[in-house]
């Protein structure tokens, strides 16, 4: 059994029970409380318990993890890399827009690669070129204009494991386990975006800018490497496309969670740059800043990944998100030293509560709008949303810091997360209601043929 119905209904009875009761004396409200909070949280560690049980899901995550750990480090590691080596945030800009152009315009060709000559050729030949522009951004000294075509190459080569990935999921699971699948995935999801960053913060500013790109192409190679080798990644494959190449946009959910995705991460990235500008290169607390942002995206992943979607999830998440990163952004302009420390933890705290279970979301909304077969374009198209959200993120942040300090870069933040939120509202009939549905793909009328790994 996955994420059951149960875990629902005690969040449902712990959430809105209260709201029906006569106020009773403290001590009994309280004690009532308390164990309503301590049914619903075994509940939740129950049905995450069960999933995990699942042969193989604990390996393919894990797995799959670390093949995409490079993902959240690698436009960090490059803005810290480049101003180092040519002094400007705004020129280290550039050469994550070249990256951006890059990944542009490989996701989804690279995804519908691998429904024709299937996945571990696809990942072993993207893995083995990005890593090598990964290394060469690390150890070679060039003038600019060679740092953005290498960060175009390594962009254009981005390994698909995302999509790949999660083409594979529904194949492991019953559907009605999947949606709970999906938020677990979202959760851990937060070790790339959020705690990835953070590793990068302290290994650039403590040890060496150069370390700090060299971790993520290692991570990239072993990561790969174990992905590809996974069973699963040789047992399922993905039916060739019969539709041309963007027609998967045509489904408005998967435009929603494209254009809401990129938007969510570029806004983090941007936040991310913006809070290693705050405290320089002189300490660590950058780095406990964002792994604080990080627990609070992992808590409200766990917490909320698993409750029924509705046509407003994405939207209200989104809001959250808007909200924190705004506070942020009025805390880094009126407050400094110890005080900018405090205040920013505590309002991104806040933030991250949204991230996680808006990734959860996206993820359940395309899987349930597309056709097994076209799931890896899909997911390569929200995958190039985020991975442009995050390098553009980045670059826009890093000349607005260049010219107005940290403030300027959180201000892009909060911009970038208010569109999202406002997206989401204002397009959220195109969100699918999947309250009492499973977010299984939508079957192909034809066999989906399983080779032996």
């Not at 890059?102 to 993207?126: D, E, N």
């Not at 951004?137 to 175009?152: E, K, Q, S």
Request: hydrophobic share 50%; net charge positive; glycine share 12%.
């Amino acid at each position: 059994m996955g994420v059951s119905s149960t875990a629902v209904h005690k969040f449902a009875e712990f959430s809105t029970g209260y709201a029906r009761r006569p106020t009773p004396d403290s001590a009994a409200f309280s004690l009532r409380f308390c164990a309503d909070a301590d049914r619903y949280t075994g509940a939740l560690v129950s049905s995450y318990s069960s999933l995990l049980k699942t042969p193989g899901i604990a390996r393919i995550i894990t797995a799959q993890l670390v093949a995409r750990l490079p993902n959240g480090m690698l436009s960090l590691a490059y803005l810290l890399q480049v101003q180092f080596v040519l002094h400007s945030y705004g020129d280290a800009g550039l050469v994550l827009a070249a990256s951006c152009i890059g990944q542009a315009i490989a996701g989804p060709l690279t995804s519908r690669w691998m429904g024709r000559w299937g996945m571990r050729p696809v990942l072993i030949l993207t893995t083995l070129v990005c890593a090598t522009t990964v290394f060469t951004i690390a150890f070679v000294l060039m003038p600019l204009y060679l740092y953005m075509l290498v960060g175009f190459v390594g962009g254009l080569s981005t390994p698909p494991v995302q999509p790949a990935v999660r083409t594979i999921y529904p194949k492991m699971v019953t559907s009605n386990q999947l949606t709970g699948l999906f938020a677990l995935d979202a959760s851990a999801q937060e070790i790339i975006w959020i705690a990835g960053p953070v590793v990068i913060t302290f290994v650039s500013i403590q040890v060496s800018t150069v370390i700090g790109v060299i971790i993520p192409g290692v991570l990239m190679l072993v990561g790969g490497l174990w992905f590809i080798l996974s069973p699963e990644v040789g047992k399922v494959r993905i039916p060739r496309s019969r539709r041309s190449l963007g027609a998967v946009l045509r489904k408005r959910p998967v435009i929603l969670a494209t254009i809401v995705g990129m938007l969510l991460i570029g806004g983090c990235a941007a936040t991310e740059a913006s809070v290693v500008s705050v405290f320089g290169h002189g300490g660590p607390q950058a780095g406990i800043v964002l792994a604080i942002w990080s627990l609070g995206s992992l808590a409200g992943g766990l917490a909320l990944g698993h409750i029924q979607i509705s046509p407003w999830a994405l939207a209200r998440r989104m809001v959250l998100v808007a909200i924190g990163i705004a506070l942020a952004t009025v805390v880094a302009g009126v407050l400094s030293g110890a005080s900018s420390f405090w205040g920013l933890s505590g309002v991104l705290l806040v933030a991250g509560l949204g991230i996680a279970p808006a990734l959860g979301v996206i993820s359940a909304i395309v899987a349930s709008s597309v056709r097994f077969s076209e799931t890896a374009e899909a997911y390569g198209w929200v995958g190039t949303g985020q991975l442009i959200g995050a390098a553009a993120g980045s670059a826009v942040a890093g000349f607005y810091i260049d010219q107005f300090h940290a403030f300027g870069g959180f201000l892009v933040g909060t911009i970038l997360a208010t569109l999202g939120a406002l997206v989401a509202i204002a397009f959220h009939r195109w969100h699918p209601d999947l309250r009492g549905r499973d977010s299984s793909p939508i079957p192909d009328t034809e066999p989906v043929q399983v080779q032996p790994s």
